[in-house]
């Protein structure tokens, strides 16, 4: 978790993003907040994709539990995709078979 805050501070700064975040090094959950001055999407978009880099190759995720539309238009909300996708897709069919609960919200694009 050190690490992986060491890392993504360093990519924030290169990018221009102020980036504070908490971390549980007993859970590894790390919870970041990054903002850029001005609204610069394109700094916070390839600061995003290069912390989610980071994550991967840690053996992480990195998730976005909010961001502007524009920002999940470039970066995929959920990340890399689970072995278990199908079977998340056969089970929401089950639940939503017209398929009209939040479509493409869930991981995915479920």
């Keep these: ?9 360093k990519a924030a700064a290169a990018h221009g993003v102020d980036c504070p975040g ?7 959950l790390v919870r970041l907040s990054p903002k850029t001055q ?3 999407q394109a700094a ?6 290069e912390a989610r880099s980071l ?10 539990e909010e961001a502007p539309l ?3 238009g470039a970066v995929n909300v959920w990340g890399r995709p ?8 056969k089970i929401k069919s089950v639940f939503d078979p017209q398929g ?11």
């Design 1 to 9: 978790v050190a690490r992986y805050l060491e890392a993504a501070g």
């Design 38 to 40: 001005g609204g610069d």
């Design 55 to 64: 994550a991967c190759h840690a053996g992480g995720y990195l998730v976005l």
């Design 82 to 89: 689970v072995e278990a996708l199908p079977a998340l897709g």
């Design 22 to 28: 908490v971390a549980g090094a007993g859970s590894g």
């Design 44 to 49: 916070l978009v390839a600061f995003l994709k």
């Design 70 to 72: 524009l920002i999940k």
């Design 100 to 110: 009209i609960m939040n479509p493409g919200r869930y991981l995915g694009g479920i």
